[in-house]
Nanobody, 131 residues
């Protein structure tokens, strides 16, 4: 069973930075961490979950929200089996629970966020940005 664990959230002032981490383990035999498409989502209170960015198994990236483009960067450390989300110039509207999602092997990023396309999810890490 694949286990996905996010970390790195916290309380930060507007304009500050955070780096979220997502580690994953327990992939089926024959598959490795970097074989999979991965994404970051977030959900603010009373809002639906929204897709932020995606990293295809090839390393290609997609950013879905105009509000995070240029501020957030998705990356991966294959040796550490870790997915990152570097978040700079944080704003109060970035306050949300952030989730890491692992999709299919050899998957590519969809044109629009596709939650059902992701099999494994973490429990989330809370990010709170104060004004």
């Amino acid at each position: 069973q694949v286990e996905v664990v996010e970390s790195g959230g916290g309380l930060v002032q507007a304009g500050g930075s955070l780096r979220l981490s997502c580690t994953a383990s327990g992939f089926p035999f024959g598959y490795t961490f970097d074989d999979h498409v991965m994404s970051w989502f977030r959900q603010a209170p009373a809002n639906e979950r929204e897709g932020l960015s995606c990293l295809a198994w090839t390393g290609g990236t997609t950013y879905y929200l105009d509000s995070v483009k240029g501020r957030f960067t998705i990356s991966r450390d294959n040796a550490e089996n870790t997915l990152y989300l570097q978040m700079n110039n944080l704003k109060p509207e970035d306050t949300a629970m952030y989730y890491c999602a692992i999709g299919s092997p050899y998957g590519y990023c969809p044109d629009t966020p596709d939650e059902p396309g992701y099999t494994y999810w973490g429990q989330g890490t809370q990010v709170t940005v104060s004004s």
